[in-house]
């Protein structure tokens, strides 16, 4: 299980995901599309992810807007899972 | 385009989606899943409907809970459209 990464930690990580903001222990970034069917393949693309690394955000779709949200509940908090998770958002959308 | 439904129209077409609540210009049902692959079968099937409807509710997914949210902006309160997407998703899920 990934542990619950320190205060000094979690700001490190923040810093490679600028446009993710982060909200207690959970951080999040909403990705806009040109339309509803490319929110849903950017939402495939990561329900995919999510499954391969068995770490799955949540996911809110509001048409061409798709929110994720990723936390460790497990943890109690943010973990390097959170991060990655991140980081193959912002990979799959080609920021 | 929908025309928004009276509040005594809304209340009539609420007793024929008895899973669903409302708050305000809103009707929302959480849907639960055996896992997240459950909970991304349904989705898509919805985002199908959505396309070949024009009409898209808001989508909110935590892992094994599907939120499904139908509103319409356009028409400024609940439409028909909302109700016929409710029972589509009623039916989808088989309840």
């Known amino acids: 299980m990934a542990n619950k990464?320190?205060?000094a930690e979690v700001n490190a990580k923040m810093s490679f995901v600028p446009h993710w903001s982060r909200t207690g222990d959970l951080i999040e970034r909403?990705?806009?599309f040109p339309d509803f069917i490319a929110s849903m393949r950017f939402v495939n693309q990561m329900a995919i992810e999510a499954e391969r690394t068995q770490h799955h955000?949540?996911?809110l779709?509001?048409?061409n807007k798709v929110t994720l949200g990723y936390s460790t509940h497990d943890a109690g908090g943010l973990t390097v899972k959170d991060?990655?998770?991140?980081?193959?958002?912002?990979a799959a959308c080609a920021i």
């Not at 991060?83 to 912002?90: I, K, S, T």
Request: charged fraction near 20%; glycine fraction near 4%; charge should be negative.
């Open 5 to 7: 990464l320190s205060f």
């Open 83 to 90: 991060f990655d998770g991140a980081a193959a958002a912002d």
């Open 61 to 63: 779709v509001k048409y």
């Open 57 to 59: 955000p949540d996911i």
């Open 30 to 32: 909403t990705f806009v």
